[in-house]
């Protein structure tokens, strides 16, 4: 069945929609055809329709399913005001703007309302994070047909805090149509770069298309320069194509910065150099051309052996002179623990094209590990993360309009005894409502985000959230252990992690995020409970004090 609908745009208004048969899309303008797909492909396809003059135009489609993903944006207008989303039903076309936007993800009971997610579709990794005067640009891996992984983009969103977003288009595509070619692949993650001249770059990986996720792909660095406002990318070089010897498929995810030491510009990528995870350092003069001076890092033997497959992510700046390298370990089971893919840190100096860890022993950055691919920008005198909650290990319930969260913003830091440490960035504490003492007993939960601080003596503390009296999660310390446990844990996987009996602890939840940040932010761990998203009672037992706030975005 055909259905329609007319509706005025402006001129210039750019329509951007990811679809797939059965069916025809197309639009008419006083009755005459100005574009179309007369027959939708079976696979997934990008489509755009450019609005040359403002009008009236006609929309018609035939089956609403069909039509996966779909906004507008005007591009005088989209640096403030966004995209409008469309959504094509049975009985015409709704449009969304901004604050409507926002009421509609809002109204998704199961969606968290701190923390980042996309408007509809797949997320992974936060991408290109980067501040441009005021405002944060916060870039994604994004999966535009469906909720599932799949052909990589970067979507992309803006805020001037961190909390409040506006949604902007897709900033890149994959090279090549790999639905089309039944392939995998496409625009995978990368970093933003400013050059001396203060031209702002992305570096990324382009997985060409690719029929195995485990091997035999090929990866390549390309360099993305975007037009005014960052709105689209405009300009797309291939940067680096060869791999250095024993480096088979995995290398991607680069990271680049000016090394003012050697007056010339320093590339990082994740990789697997026979056979090990391994972090190679590449060097430049132009930013173009690309030579290898050498593996940065190469994770210890064992960790091959425990399923690690590669380096993901590797992240590497400054903090008060040391050197941190972040890397994520794909594949990666620890024996001790069961957890898998975690994330660890080392600190230490970068001299001679060379890092030296203060100490061998990798911190783990994450005991919860639903964090990962933490990327970090250096911004307004900090140091900014954000990081993907997930782990592979439980996803969203069938029925949701997208999948994946970020982290709440964090500002890193290192302690007094070189630790990587993370605490929310300083605007979560400004949306902080009044702070109020936790009484022995029950307490009664509003449906609304919680930040909850225990300081004083934490060994035997322990906070259980529970919603109509089951148990929604529990997080403890016990002979100097403290752990995080879901109901629906089974065991198989400890998560917990050792803190000094003196520390402080933070819990944040939302919507069934759970971020715990102990011992000054050394000690972090995150679980996503997907099952028990709304507790409405709280029982916190200390030896010490416990406040608790409700933060409000
Ligand atoms: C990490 C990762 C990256 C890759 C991207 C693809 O989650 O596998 O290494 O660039 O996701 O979506």
């Given at each position: 069945m055909m259905h329609a609908?007319?509706?005025?745009?402006?001129?210039?208004?750019?329509?951007?929609l990811w679809a797939r048969g059965p069916g025809a899309i197309r639009?008419?303008?006083?009755?005459?055809?100005?574009?179309?797909v007369p027959a939708l492909s079976e696979?997934p396809g990008?489509?755009?329709?450019?609005?040359?003059?403002?009008?009236?135009?006609?929309f018609e489609w035939d089956e609403p399913e069909s039509i996966l993903?779909v906004?507008?944006?005007?591009?005088?207008?989209?640096?403030?005001?966004?995209?409008?989303?469309?959504e094509f039903g049975a009985t015409g076309i709704?449009?969304?703007?901004?604050?409507?936007?926002?009421?509609?993800?809002?109204?998704?009971?199961?969606?968290?309302?701190?923390?980042?997610?996309?408007?509809?579709?797949?997320?992974?990794?936060?991408?290109?994070?980067?501040?441009?005067?005021?405002?944060?640009?916060?870039?994604?891996?994004?999966?535009?047909s469906?909720?599932?992984?799949?052909?990589?983009?970067?979507?992309?969103?803006?805020?001037?805090?961190?909390?409040?977003?506006?949604?902007?288009?897709?900033?890149?595509?994959?090279?090549?149509?790999?639905?089309?070619?039944?392939?995998?692949?496409?625009?995978?993650?990368?970093?933003?770069?400013?050059?001396?001249?203060?031209?702002?770059?992305?570096?990324?990986?382009?997985?060409?298309?690719?029929?195995?996720?485990?091997?035999?792909?090929?990866?390549?660095?390309?360099?993305?320069?975007?037009?005014?406002?960052?709105?689209?990318?405009?300009?797309?070089?291939?940067?680096?194509?060869?791999?250095?010897?024993?480096?088979?498929?995995?290398?991607?995810?680069?990271?680049?910065?000016?090394?003012?030491?050697?007056?010339?510009?320093?590339?990082?990528?994740?990789?697997?150099?026979?056979?090990?995870?391994?972090?190679?350092?590449?060097?430049?003069?132009?930013?173009?051309?690309?030579?290898?001076?050498?593996?940065?890092?190469?994770?210890?033997?064992?960790?091959?052996?425990?399923?690690?497959?590669?380096?993901?992510?590797?992240?590497?700046?400054?903090?008060?002179?040391?050197?941190?390298?972040?890397?994520?370990?794909?594949?990666?089971?620890?024996?001790?623990?069961?957890?898998?893919?975690?994330?660890?840190?080392?600190?230490?100096?970068?001299?001679?094209?060379?890092?030296?860890?203060?100490?061998?022993?990798?911190?783990?950055?994450?005991?919860?590990?639903?964090?990962?691919?933490?990327?970090?920008?250096?911004?307004?005198?900090?140091?900014?993360?954000?990081?993907?909650?997930?782990?592979?290990?439980?996803?969203?319930?069938?029925?949701?309009?997208?999948?994946?969260?970020?982290?709440?913003?964090?500002?890193?830091?290192?302690?007094?005894?070189?630790?990587?440490?993370?605490?929310?960035?300083?605007?979560?504490?400004?949306?902080?409502?009044?702070?109020?003492?936790?009484?022995?007993?029950?307490?009664?939960?509003?449906?609304?985000?919680?930040?909850?601080?225990?300081?004083?003596?934490?060994?035997?503390?322990?906070?259980?959230?529970?919603?109509?009296?089951?148990?929604?999660?529990?997080?403890?310390?016990?002979?100097?252990?403290?752990?995080?446990?879901?109901?629906?844990?089974?065991?198989?996987?400890?998560?917990?992690?050792?803190?000094?009996?003196?520390?402080?602890?933070?819990?944040?939840?939302?919507?069934?995020?759970?971020?715990?940040?102990?011992?000054?932010?050394?000690?972090?761990?995150?679980?996503?409970?997907?099952?028990?998203?709304?507790?409405?009672?709280?029982?916190?037992?200390?030896?010490?004090?416990?406040?608790?706030?409700?933060?409000?975005?």
């Amino acid at each position: 069945m055909m259905h329609a609908e007319t509706i005025e745009l402006e001129e210039g208004t750019r329509v951007e929609l990811w679809a797939r048969g059965p069916g025809a899309i197309r639009a008419l303008i006083d009755g005459v055809v100005v574009w179309q797909v007369p027959a939708l492909s079976e696979h997934p396809g990008y489509y755009k329709y450019h609005h040359r003059e403002a009008c009236a135009v006609t929309f018609e489609w035939d089956e609403p399913e069909s039509i996966l993903w779909v906004y507008s944006w005007e591009p005088g207008r989209v640096e403030d005001c966004g995209i409008t989303v469309w959504e094509f039903g049975a009985t015409g076309i709704t449009r969304r703007t901004g604050t409507e936007i926002d009421a509609w993800m809002r109204a998704d009971t199961k969606r968290p309302g701190l923390h980042f997610s996309p408007i509809r579709q797949w997320m992974n990794d936060p991408n290109g994070l980067c501040r441009i005067g005021e405002t944060w640009h916060l870039f994604y891996q994004f999966h535009p047909s469906g909720t599932d992984w799949g052909p990589m983009h970067w979507g992309h969103a803006v805020s001037t805090d961190l909390f409040h977003w506006t949604h902007m288009p897709v900033f890149l595509h994959p090279e090549q149509n790999c639905w089309q070619l039944g392939a995998t692949g496409g625009a995978f993650s990368g970093n933003a770069f400013r050059d001396r001249d203060g031209a702002q770059m992305f570096f990324y990986t382009e997985r060409l298309p690719a029929y195995d996720l485990f091997s035999g792909y090929r990866e390549i660095q390309k360099l993305a320069r975007p037009g005014r406002g960052l709105v689209t990318a405009e300009s797309i070089t291939t940067v680096l194509e060869t791999r250095p010897d024993g480096v088979e498929h995995d290398f991607r995810d680069p990271k680049v910065w000016w090394d003012a030491v050697r007056g010339e510009y320093r590339m990082i990528l994740g990789a697997s150099l026979d056979g090990d995870p391994a972090v190679l350092l590449y060097g430049s003069e132009n930013l173009l051309d690309w030579r290898y001076l050498g593996p940065l890092y190469r994770a210890p033997a064992r960790f091959r052996g425990e399923g690690a497959r590669a380096v993901e992510c590797p992240d590497f700046f400054e903090i008060d002179g040391k050197w941190v390298l972040v890397m994520g370990f794909v594949g990666h089971t620890d024996p001790v623990s069961g957890r898998h893919n975690l994330l660890y840190a080392l600190v230490g100096d970068f001299r001679d094209d060379r890092f030296v860890p203060d100490n061998d022993a990798l911190q783990l950055l994450d005991f919860g590990t639903d964090f990962y691919a933490m990327q970090s920008c250096a911004a307004d005198g900090r140091q900014i993360a954000f990081a993907w909650l997930f782990n592979w290990e439980d996803r969203k319930p069938p029925g949701s309009p997208y999948s994946g969260e970020m982290s709440l913003p964090r500002e890193l830091s290192l302690d007094a005894s070189g630790r990587l440490c993370m605490a929310p960035a300083r605007e979560f504490e400004a949306l902080a409502r009044e702070r109020g003492e936790v009484r022995d007993g029950a307490a009664a939960l509003p449906d609304a985000p919680f930040d909850l601080v225990l300081t004083g003596g934490l060994e035997g503390a322990r906070i259980t959230a529970t919603q109509a009296g089951g148990t929604s999660f529990e997080v403890g310390v016990t002979d100097g252990v403290l752990w995080v446990r879901l109901p629906q844990d089974d065991g198989r996987i400890r998560y917990d992690a050792r803190i000094a009996p003196e520390a402080d602890l933070r819990v944040v939840h939302d919507r069934g995020i759970i971020e715990i940040f102990a011992d000054g932010g050394a000690v972090c761990g995150t679980r996503r409970n997907y099952k028990h998203t709304s507790p409405d009672a709280l029982t916190v037992t200390t030896n010490g004090r416990a406040t608790i706030s409700h933060p409000e975005a």
